[in-house]
């Protein structure tokens, strides 16, 4: 099987949403990058990619963000926003043989819908299933109910390589994992 792993960072907050009085949430925040690795399912990886997207509807980053990210200002400024981005990404994948795509949770799968219902657009591998690999892993692992990308890495005595909450790296990471998943 190969499986299109992405891992998204978008907008955030340390507290309140820029200019609300309130938590953030996925309507809110916007992507700034997909992180994107093509990978079989023993998690050999056949190519990656890294996408940063301009935000527009809060198109400064908090310090928060560029903390837990490592995304700077000047990435995100030098990058195409959203709705060039998709067929960027589509343009990539158009040779792969793609049978589902996942992500470590069901994050990423909610921010591309809040991205389709603000800009009617999401990239075609939206449309195949989607797996939720952070689930698939932790069936029959034992105290794995609470278990971060880290924590699942080092249950396989492996380190986390990179930066972590890099969307790249976060992909390339989960990739590493599949191997010890049943998809």
């Known amino acids: 099987m190969v499986i299109l792993i992405v891992d998204l960072e978008a907008t955030c907050w340390d507290g309140n949403v820029e ?20 990978a079989e399912d023993n998690g050999t990886v056949i190519d990656c990619r890294s996408f940063m997207v301009c935000p527009q509807l809060h198109p400064n980053l908090s310090e928060f ?4 990210t490592s995304i700077t200002q ?27 795509w996942g992500s470590w949770g069901n994050y990423d799968k909610n921010q591309i819908s809040a991205e389709q219902k603000r800009h009617s657009l ?18 029959g692992k034992v105290n794995s109910r609470s278990a971060g990308l880290a924590n699942a890495l080092n249950y396989h005595g492996l380190s986390f390589e990179g930066t972590h909450h890099r969307g790249i790296d976060d992909a390339l990471n989960i990739a590493r994992l599949l191997r010890f998943t049943e998809l």
């Open 19 to 38: 200019g609300l009085d309130r938590k953030q949430t996925v309507d809110d925040m916007e992507i700034i990058e997909f992180g994107c690795a093509v």
């Open 65 to 68: 963000c560029t903390q837990l």
């Open 74 to 100: 000047s990435d995100v400024d030098a990058a195409a926003v959203y709705q060039s981005v998709v067929p960027q990404i589509d343009l990539w994948l158009k040779d792969y043989k793609l049978e589902a």
């Open 122 to 139: 999401v990239p075609e591998f939206f449309a195949l299933p989607h797996i939720n690999i952070k689930q698939q892993w932790r069936q």
